[in-house]
């Protein structure tokens, strides 16, 4: 495919190569389904990694977002708007914690919550000044900002960035005694992610979260989880540390948090916890305006309205029943899943990403992450008849060592 742009000879508009692409340029989508600019379907099996759990192009987004566009979109903050209300009520009843704080991508939540954190830290537990630290975990990923790959523990995320982010302390994740060996008078947070989505969707031993959260208590610092991509519903629960039947002292959403269509993020927590905030502490320009909650208040109300939860949850188990048979065939060395998200990963001979790319090239978007593993977290909007379709196509790739002939799956 002639990627005109990617031409220097055309002497187009140049992008740095910050990501591997694949050669196809999309145009439009609806729900699960995308089209290239030749007209070509494709079958959404990444749904923005998570930021379109809604689907693209839903209706009920697409009314919301013009709708509001036509009336107010930016104001500052010094002022207040009459979207906010309601988005907040709905953002705490669904969470059950009474204050958020609105900022845009997932990285800005993430040093928002680790702000509150340190801060946190010296107020209520007396931590020396400038002496406070986090505990993160290796494979976590929370973004790309500085202070984002400064907890990353992958040095093709850190090299010559540095230097990097001082207070962070890391831990190998879901090892609760090195977690425990971490901790200390100078811990205000640990700050984990329920399932790790970029690492592979990794998912934790099951004693993982309630035993930080124990830590947490006992050591006097807050439990952080980062639900940006394992929340609002891709694991079958509205946020996956319910799997736990924990409750952290903060939660990080993004991604889907409006429903693709811009990036919206937040910090949510008790109030008692976001009383160390005071006037000037933080801000942002765009974060909590007028537009972003009109579309996040309607993108949280299409996941309760079509009861996305319990698709991905039923959908899930059905993905997983299909999954299962592939663990120790056709160089599938792991299967993990959790609701309608899953990592299958290869022995290192076989590429995931070669096999990502064949296929792309028969129309299901699929892509490769953490340690050779082939991401599945399709749009919780899908149809089953798709995810099927879907599957059909991966497990015949995975078997007939990556020939792949026959149809397009979409
Ligand atoms: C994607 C992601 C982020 C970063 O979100 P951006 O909007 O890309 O800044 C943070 N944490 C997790 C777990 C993510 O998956």
New binding site residues.
């Given amino acids: 495919m002639n990627i005109p742009w990617r031409n220097d000879a055309a002497g187009g508009v140049h992008m740095p190569d910050l990501v591997e692409t694949y050669p196809v340029v999309l145009s439009h989508g609806q729900g699960a389904r995308v089209w290239d600019v030749n007209g070509r379907a494709y079958l959404d099996f990444l749904a923005g990694?998570?930021?379109v759990n809604q689907g693209h192009a839903h209706p009920r987004l697409v009314a919301a977002m013009t709708r509001q566009v036509k009336r107010l979109t930016m104001i500052p903050r010094v002022f207040h708007h009459d979207q906010a209300a309601a988005f907040y009520q709905r953002l705490s009843r669904i969470t059950g914690y009474g204050q958020a704080v609105l900022m845009?991508?997932?990285?800005?939540?993430?040093e928002t919550a680790i702000k509150l954190a340190r801060r946190w830290g010296y107020v209520h537990k007396g931590i020396a000044k400038d002496r406070a630290e986090v505990l993160v975990f290796d494979g976590?990923?929370?973004?790309?900002?500085l202070a984002?790959v400064g907890l990353s523990a992958s040095p093709k995320v850190r090299r010559h960035f540095g230097p990097h982010l001082p207070g962070v302390q890391r831990a190998s994740y879901g090892d609760l005694d090195a977690a425990s060996r971490r901790m200390g008078p100078t811990i205000c947070a640990v700050l984990v992610?329920a399932v790790?989505?970029?690492g592979g969707v990794v998912v934790p031993p099951a004693d993982f979260l309630p035993g930080l959260r124990a830590l947490c208590d006992q050591h006097q610092c807050l439990l952080m989880v980062?639900?940006?991509?394992?929340g609002l519903g891709r694991t079958g629960h509205f946020f996956a540390f319910q799997h736990s039947q924990i409750r952290p002292d903060v939660v990080?959403l993004?991604?889907s948090l409006a429903g693709g269509m811009l990036?919206v993020?937040a910090v949510v927590a008790d109030p008692k916890v976001m009383a160390v905030w005071d006037v000037g502490s933080h801000g942002s320009t765009f974060g909590g305006n007028p537009l972003a909650c009109a579309l996040a208040y309607e993108a949280l109300g299409v996941i309760e309205d079509e009861r996305l939860v319990q698709r991905a949850a039923d959908l899930g188990a059905h993905l997983q029943q299909r999954l299962a048979p592939l663990l120790g065939k056709h160089g599938v060395t792991a299967v993990r899943s959790l609701g309608l998200w899953a990592g299958i990963q290869l022995v290192t001979q076989r590429s995931a990403r070669e096999l990502c790319a064949r296929l792309v090239a028969q129309g299901l978007l699929v892509d490769a992450t953490g340690q050779n593993t082939i991401r599945l977290s399709p749009p919780l909007v899908i149809e089953q008849s798709q995810l099927d379709a879907g599957l059909d196509r991966l497990i015949a790739i995975l078997q007939d060592g990556g020939n792949g002939k026959g149809a397009r799956c979409s």
């Fill in positions: 990694y998570g930021a845009n991508s997932g990285a800005e939540a993430v976590n990923f929370h973004g790309r900002t984002a992610e790790q989505g970029q980062d639900e940006v991509q394992a990080i993004g991604k990036p993020s």
